[in-house]
């Protein structure tokens, strides 16, 4: 069984920087069939990946909403994901969440956040002046 923990979201202000944290117990971090992702959503909107990272071999994947500001990394001795975002915009605002996903054979960017195993409750990250 797989439990993640979100930590780190806050209120900051435009051009403000925060790092994410999300603690996985029970995910193998050396599993090379394996992910972890974060995804952020608003109200009323659709989730929206953000970056996924194959923990074992630390190859991430950045999608549009990363926009260059954002790095995923994985401290694999420390069972623990984190999402650093600098320069920071409002429309980053979001509830963050970060998802591991077992593909298989399959690749993790193939998999529809639908289709991810296991979800945290989230972080809420608000950027506002």
């Known amino acids: 069984q797989v439990q993640l923990v979100e930590s780190g979201g806050g209120s900051v202000q435009p051009g403000g920087s925060l790092t994410l944290s999300c603690a996985a117990s029970?995910?193998?971090?050396?599993?090379?069939?394996?992910?972890m992702v974060w995804v952020r959503q608003t109200p009323g909107q659709e989730r929206e990946r953000v970056a996924l990272?194959?923990?074992?071999?630390?190859?991430?994947y950045y999608y549009a909403s990363a926009q260059g500001r954002i790095t995923i990394s994985s401290d694999n001795a420390k069972n623990t994901l984190y999402l650093q975002m600098n320069s920071l915009k409002p429309e980053d605002t979001a509830m963050y969440y970060c998802?591991?996903?077992?593909?298989?054979?399959?690749?993790?960017?193939?998999?529809?956040?639908?289709?991810?195993?296991?979800w945290g409750q989230g972080t809420q990250v608000t950027v506002s002046s």
């Open positions: 990272i194959y923990t074992a071999i630390g190859s991430a």
């Open positions: 029970g995910f193998p971090f050396t599993s090379r069939n394996a992910c």
């Open positions: 998802a591991a996903v077992f593909a298989g054979t399959s690749s993790c960017l193939l998999v529809d956040p639908s289709d991810y195993n296991y």
